[in-house]
């Protein structure tokens, strides 16, 4: 890889976003808490072989791009022309002075770039003065012309093309200088190849997508976190239901239905999630239909109100608070009961155990808590 030379990126960010329909430039929209632009930017910031960042950015925005990228340290914005490669242009033409090896080009527009894509536009530099990254056709293509097909184009020799794509500073700089009324290429690479100068490609990323209308973003999904806690009080039995299991021990627990202190915990972490109340409200302790009632059902009744909202429960946390019983002996068969009872693979069951160091109502056997974690993505 090319660690001994100097590289700079420059990121492009002079576009107003025509296309995607919106009063502010795509770049300066907010994705996943900051800017499209931020995202962009960020994995050349950080990269280790990269000496620069120059962003070339749109007239009238500088007050969106400070405030976009004010965490970050990056050379002066410089100011892009109305077509791309007249943006280009003006930001080769600031790096110039800083003597650049090699250049990366990027659009801000691609805000899922990685640093294992940025490694591999790097070392193609090793093997050509031009470097892009493509991803492979899929889908069968057709040649057509006035709504009809005149042939099937070989999907086998066609590539995607994205960016970062990657230049010798000097070659592309003179290029540019040479081409520069000539407004007809759509990417660098065309200028290599208007010379026949060899373009070297390197594998892309299909997560590296170019946002170009509002159906390009990303839908996130609504991730909801519940928690849950449940107590009750110790009194005469020879065990105990907990988490589904029965668990042989020197007492009971007291309640109107079974007393699950486990898994009345998750009922109300699950019913937190959708923002539905909780496990009272849905069985009131006053009714005596729920007498003794075996509280899976209840966990069963949350997670359904859950799924009818939309939501897929995505894993359980839950910790039993006591000094005794002892839960590791029982812990799989628990999980596996828990897993059962939502539905859920058991590698998204946790089940775990504490005391209170003697402290407390737990700590004096008085009774016996649990709280539960649940996270569901809607």
């Not at 590289?7 to 995607?20: K, P, S």
């Not at 894509?117 to 293509?141: F, K, M, Q, S, Y």
Request: with cysteine; aromatic share 8%; glycine share 8%.
């Amino acid at each position: 890889m090319l660690t001994q030379k100097k590289i700079f990126a420059l990121i492009v960010a002079g576009g107003t976003g025509a296309r995607f329909g919106s009063n502010l430039p795509k770049q300066y929209l907010p994705l996943n808490g900051k800017t499209i632009l931020y995202q962009s930017v960020t994995p050349f910031v950080h990269h280790p072989n990269i000496a620069g960042v120059q962003v070339v950015i749109g007239q009238d925005t500088n007050a969106l791009y400070e405030n976009a990228l004010k965490d970050f340290d990056l050379l002066p914005p410089v100011i892009g022309g109305e077509m791309r490669h007249e943006s280009v242009f003006s930001g080769l033409q600031a790096l110039a002075d800083h003597k650049p090896d090699a250049v990366l080009i990027h659009d801000a527009a691609r805000p899922f770039v990685t640093a294992d894509l940025i490694d591999r536009v790097i070392e193609g530099l090793n093997h050509a003065d031009a470097v892009i990254p493509v991803i492979a056709v899929t889908d069968t293509i057709k040649k057509v012309s006035d709504k009809f097909v005149q042939e099937t184009v070989d999907r086998a020799i066609l590539k995607r093309v994205q960016t970062p794509q990657g230049f010798d500073f000097k070659t592309l700089y003179s290029l540019h200088q040479h081409f520069q009324n000539q407004p007809t290429f759509t990417d660098d690479a065309g200028l290599f190849e208007a010379k026949n100068l060899s373009v070297y490609c390197a594998e892309g990323d299909e997560k590296n997508i170019k946002i170009t209308t509002p159906e390009d973003l990303p839908q996130m999904p609504d991730i909801r976190v519940g928690h849950g806690y449940d107590v009750h009080a110790i009194g005469k039995g020879k065990g105990i239901m907990l988490f589904g299991c029965f668990v042989p021990c020197q007492f009971g627990l007291i309640g109107h239905s079974d007393a699950d202190v486990g898994l009345h915990s998750i009922t109300d972490a699950l019913l937190g999630t959708i923002c539905d109340a909780d496990i009272g409200y849905h069985f009131s302790p006053k009714d005596d239909r729920w007498k003794g009632a075996d509280s899976s059902q209840f966990l069963k009744h949350a997670a359904d109100k859950v799924r009818s909202f939309g939501g897929k429960i995505n894993h359980i946390d839950a910790t039993l608070i006591g000094e005794r019983p002892k839960v590791a002996p029982h812990r799989e068969a628990m999980r596996q009961k828990v897993a059962e009872i939502l539905d859920l693979p058991i590698h998204r069951v946790s089940i775990k155990a504490t005391t209170t160091e003697k402290l407390g109502f737990c700590g004096r056997e008085e009774g016996l808590a649990a709280t539960a974690t649940a996270t569901v993505i809607l």
